[in-house]
């Protein structure tokens, strides 16, 4: 419950910062408007009650971003992006078995955009809510799921194998860190690590279901290009 009510309660405080800025802005700043795309790499997994073990699942992500700054140091940007998440499961016990599901989603973050810095290069922090929709889902393996084999770990979970996704709208927030370097004015490179946090389930989670939990997590890794409209 108190992860459920975590969304709103960012919102509204993103909210409440931007008013703060506005009304505590002592000179006129002219807006800053860019649109720009990235692409990079994304490292992600499934937490799962019960657990499964597993390592980190590589994928890639895209997406198309619009920032509006009309404060200094202070904005916000709403992003479109595709973004390959899942998890990659462990076999210690069993070594030579491998399984791995990727999901494909849609995430659209609306986040607040902090920046420092000079017109040639700035620091900035990204935090801020996230809606996603799932888009794809497949799994592959090495051994055949249809008839599994009896593993060394005796209290390996299987049911995730093939597994229906039951919710395919997933919702959580993000945070990251990066660095723009400014060229000429308009044009500037973006470097961003950020780090997604899920709160919704991709199993079911009532008492009759088999997993309590299956939230998904993603770091990601991006390169972006900006233009200045404004």
Same mark, same amino acid.
């Given at each position: 419950?108190?992860?459920?009510?975590?969304?709103?309660?960012?919102?509204?405080?993103?909210?409440?910062?931007?008013?703060?800025?506005?009304?505590?802005?002592?000179?006129?700043?002219?807006?800053?408007?860019?649109?720009?795309?990235?692409?990079?790499?994304?490292?992600?997994?499934?937490?799962?009650?019960?657990?499964?073990?597993?390592?980190?699942?590589?994928?890639?992500?895209?997406?198309?971003?619009?920032?509006?700054?009309?404060?200094?140091?202070?904005?916000?940007?709403?992003?479109?992006?595709?973004?390959?998440?899942?998890?990659?499961?462990?076999?210690?016990?069993?070594?030579?078995?491998?399984?791995?599901?990727?999901?494909?989603?849609?995430?659209?973050?609306?986040?607040?955009?902090?920046?420092?810095?000079?017109?040639?290069?700035?620091?900035?922090?990204?935090?801020?809510?996230?809606?996603?929709?799932?888009?794809?889902?497949?799994?592959?393996?090495?051994?055949?799921?249809?008839?599994?084999?009896?593993?060394?770990?005796?209290?390996?979970?299987?049911?995730?194998?093939?597994?229906?996704?039951?919710?395919?709208?997933?919702?959580? *927030?993000? !945070?990251? @860190? %990066?660095?723009? &370097?400014? /060229? +000429?004015?308009?044009?500037?490179?973006?470097?961003?690590?950020?780090?997604?946090?899920?709160?919704?389930?991709?199993?079911?989670?009532?008492?009759?279901?088999?997993?309590?939990?299956?939230?998904?997590?993603? *770091?990601? !890794?991006? @390169? %972006?290009?900006? &233009?200045? /409209? +404004?």
């Amino acid at each position: 419950m108190r992860h459920i009510l975590l969304l709103p309660l960012l919102s509204v405080m993103l909210l409440l910062s931007a008013v703060a800025f506005k009304a505590g802005a002592q000179t006129h700043y002219e807006a800053n408007i860019a649109i720009g795309a990235k692409a990079g790499t994304t490292f992600s997994s499934v937490s799962m009650s019960p657990s499964v073990p597993q390592s980190m699942l590589m994928g890639t992500t895209m997406g198309l971003t619009f920032r509006y700054i009309e404060e200094r140091h202070f904005g916000f940007i709403v992003e479109l992006n595709m973004m390959q998440r899942g998890w990659k499961e462990s076999f210690e016990k069993d070594p030579g078995l491998a399984y791995q599901r990727r999901l494909t989603y849609l995430h659209l973050p609306f986040l607040t955009h902090i920046y420092f810095g000079s017109h040639k290069f700035r620091g900035f922090f990204n935090a801020g809510p996230e809606l996603c929709w799932m888009i794809g889902d497949s799994h592959t393996e090495n051994f055949d799921i249809g008839n599994i084999p009896v593993f060394n770990d005796e209290f390996r979970e299987t049911e995730q194998f093939d597994m229906p996704i039951q919710s395919k709208f997933d919702y959580g *927030i993000s !945070a990251g @860190l %990066g660095m723009e &370097f400014i /060229l +000429k004015n308009k044009h500037s490179i973006i470097l961003e690590g950020r780090y997604y946090f899920g709160i919704g389930n991709i199993f079911g989670s009532s008492k009759a279901d088999h997993f309590g939990k299956s939230n998904g997590m993603a *770091i990601t !890794a991006t @390169l %972006g290009y900006m &233009f200045r /409209l +404004k």
